[in-house]
């Protein structure tokens, strides 16, 4: 093993173990190694201080396990999507469970409580408002009864899922944002402010609603040339990082409109990237060789000439699907196809990118959820949980790191990301940034009530039905409420006006009705 992958390397079986190889392959990689004579350690000719320091590295996460949970606890009998579109088909959140799936005349999706566990029934209610596939989904960090939807009708859509979950299908979004020529495969809500919404299309833009009034703000359209594979906001949304099929990762200023920061061939291979940024606002991606062996890699925006730590894994063609857990500094790479997923930490010493250990089990994945920290279970030290998708059902899969005591592990669970918004849509346009909210999980996380979410159009004459007319108003400025206060009193006025009309006209009908009744009295008489 040689090359930019090497700077991971460790001596002997060890490096085989940290790889994810075989016990006959550990073996085998061990005996290769040249004997050394007795009291000397073999070197793989790296400095010995250099390689004493990799062996010995602790970490708390060393053991984390992975561990599938138990058969009437996954959900059962539910067609996913079969779409050839590589986003992860799943998303969660402490409440529901969303999952893209088959549906014949249009696209639709699942919406479930985490609790409704065993066989779903082929006549559960979907969510199914678009005409063609839906390619992604998304929920609201700051409201978990809001999800936006992305399809190949060119359109994206947010719906307002009620509280106890779906009893009737949803056909009618809370809102249609249009503005993509061509089918849309990527929706990321902005992480600290409120119903600011990302939506990214296979007409190369990336577009920035501000959903509360339905207007698309910020339209990136000329900075990729090819294919947006992802897009990944910072920790407190000022940036967002893309992985295109040019080859190129980019860190764009959205507000600003510019590329900062740019790296040609980040991986040379021909199938999909991914870059995500991680919390120190390095970036992280995932991507293939030219020799088709997929690679992981790490970027400091200030500087990509060169990677951080560069390391090849292996020769399977599934992408690899990275989820990042800022509190730990834990990356899980789940490839689709794979039917494994591997872990590794993310320090600042050498070789910065630490392998931790590999879940592993025997069906492959179709997709891909993972719950945010706050949908834990802390009592029992989980520290991720992922939904994985098979081709009939969706499995939770829990990760735990082992300890014997049964108080609140605070290593373990740092104050996390809450519910709440940093900061409204406007400010974050106007140019405020704010990082998340932070939230302690010592008792548990308990949802609050959600509000609904309201949309208030900005154009009066758009006559869409787009709103959802139960709904109250969500964080619109006052000046807008105001506004919208005084267009539905002039609303009501005309629809008084109108049934008035209709009264008067159906009185005359009535005595028209009475006049012809009476001769056709006297005619039969």
């Known amino acids: 093993a040689s090359g930019p992958g090497s700077r991971l390397e460790r001596p002997g079986s060890s490096w085989a173990e940290e790889h994810g190889c075989s016990p006959a392959c550990q073996s085998f990689v061990a005996s290769a190694q040249p004997r050394a004579p007795s009291g000397e350690r073999p070197s793989l000719h790296m400095p010995q201080k250099d390689t004493m320091r990799r062996v010995v590295r602790q970490s708390?996460?060393?053991?984390?396990?992975?561990?599938?949970?138990?058969?009437?606890?996954?959900?059962?009998?539910?067609?996913?999507?079969?779409?050839?579109?590589?986003?992860?088909?799943?998303?969660?959140?402490?409440?529901?469970?969303?999952?893209?799936?088959?549906?014949?005349?249009?696209?639709?999706?699942?919406?479930?409580?985490?609790?409704?566990?065993?066989?779903?029934?082929?006549?559960y209610p979907t969510v199914c408002g678009h005409t063609g596939p839906v390619?992604?989904?998304?929920?609201?960090?700051?409201?978990?009864?809001?999800?936006?939807?992305?399809?190949?009708?060119?359109?994206?859509?947010?719906?307002?899922?009620?509280?106890?979950?779906?009893?009737?299908?949803?056909?009618e979004p809370v809102v249609i944002l249009e503005g993509h020529s061509k089918r849309v495969g990527i929706v990321a809500?902005?992480?600290?402010?409120?119903?600011?919404?990302?939506?990214?299309?296979?007409?190369?833009?990336?577009?920035?609603?501000?959903?509360?009034?339905?207007?698309?703000?910020?339209?990136?359209?000329?900075?990729?040339?090819?294919?947006?594979?992802?897009?990944?906001?910072?920790?407190?949304?000022s940036l967002i990082c893309t992985a295109s099929?040019?080859?190129?990762?980019?860190?764009?200023?959205?507000?600003?409109?510019?590329?900062?920061?740019?790296?040609?061939?980040?991986?040379?291979?021909?199938?999909?990237?991914?870059?995500?940024?991680?919390?120190?606002?390095?970036?992280?991606?995932t991507g293939f060789s030219r020799m088709s062996e997929?690679?992981?890699?790490?970027?400091?925006?200030?500087?990509?000439?060169?990677?951080?730590?560069?390391?090849?894994?292996?020769?399977?063609?599934?992408?690899?699907?990275?989820?990042?857990?800022?509190?730990?500094s834990i990356i899980?790479?789940?490839?689709?196809?794979?039917?494994?997923i591997r872990y590794f930490e993310i320090t600042d010493e050498s070789p910065y990118v630490h392998y931790l250990n590999t879940f592993s089990s025997k069906e492959p994945q179709r997709g891909m959820g993972y719950m945010p920290k706050r949908g834990l279970d802390v009592n029992k030290c989980e520290?991720?949980?992922?939904?994985?998708?098979?081709?009939?059902?969706?499995?939770?899969?829990?990760?735990?790191?082992?300890?014997?005591?049964?108080?609140?592990?605070?290593?373990?669970y740092p104050d996390t990301a809450g519910p709440e918004a940093a900061l409204e849509a406007e400010e974050w346009f106007e140019g405020r940034n704010a990082d998340p909210i932070l939230i302690s999980l010592k008792h548990g996380y308990i949802p609050g009530k959600n509000r609904d979410l309201k949309v208030v159009k900005k154009n009066i004459l758009d006559s869409k039905p787009?709103?959802?007319?139960?709904?109250?108003?969500?964080?619109?400025?006052?000046?807008?409420?105001?506004?919208?206060?005084?267009?539905n009193e002039a609303k009501l006025d005309e629809i008084l006006k109108e049934i008035k009309s209709i009264k008067d006209t159906i009185c005359n009908q009535d005595e028209r009705i009475s006049k012809l009744e009476q001769q056709m009295a006297k005619i039969a008489a």
Not at 82 to 109: K, L, Q
Not at 135 to 143: G, K, S
Not at 385 to 412: A, N, Y
């Open 60 to 123: 708390k996460f060393r053991h984390v396990f992975g561990q599938a949970v138990k058969n009437d606890q996954c959900y059962d009998d539910i067609r996913v999507s079969r779409v050839t579109w590589d986003s992860s088909f799943c998303a969660v959140n402490p409440r529901f469970v969303a999952i893209i799936i088959e549906a014949s005349g249009g696209g639709a999706f699942l919406v479930l409580p985490l609790h409704k566990t065993g066989r779903i029934d082929k006549s």
């Open 135 to 171: 390619l992604d989904i998304d929920w609201c960090p700051h409201n978990d009864q809001v999800i936006a939807s992305g399809s190949e009708d060119c359109t994206v859509m947010v719906w307002q899922i009620p509280e106890n979950g779906l009893t009737l299908s949803l056909t």
């Open 189 to 237: 809500w902005h992480p600290t402010a409120r119903n600011v919404l990302l939506s990214a299309g296979c007409d190369n833009a990336i577009i920035i609603w501000n959903v509360g009034t339905g207007e698309a703000l910020i339209n990136l359209d000329d900075m990729h040339s090819d294919m947006i594979y992802n897009v990944s906001w910072n920790r407190n949304g």
């Open 245 to 285: 099929k040019d080859k190129k990762v980019r860190v764009i200023d959205p507000r600003k409109q510019e590329i900062i920061a740019e790296k040609e061939k980040a991986h040379e291979g021909a199938r999909p990237m991914r870059a995500i940024f991680l919390a120190d606002g390095n970036v992280f991606t």
């Open 294 to 328: 997929r690679q992981l890699a790490l970027w400091n925006p200030k500087n990509m000439e060169e990677p951080i730590a560069l390391h090849e894994m292996d020769t399977s063609n599934g992408v690899l699907l990275p989820f990042y857990d800022p509190d730990t």
């Open 332 to 340: 899980y790479l789940c490839g689709k196809g794979d039917s494994s």
């Open 383 to 412: 520290i991720a949980r992922f939904f994985k998708l098979h081709e009939r059902k969706c499995e939770p899969i829990i990760m735990t790191v082992p300890r014997k005591s049964d108080l609140f592990q605070d290593d373990l």
């Open 466 to 487: 787009t709103a959802n007319k139960k709904c109250d108003l969500i964080s619109v400025p006052k000046k807008t409420a105001d506004m919208a206060g005084v267009q």
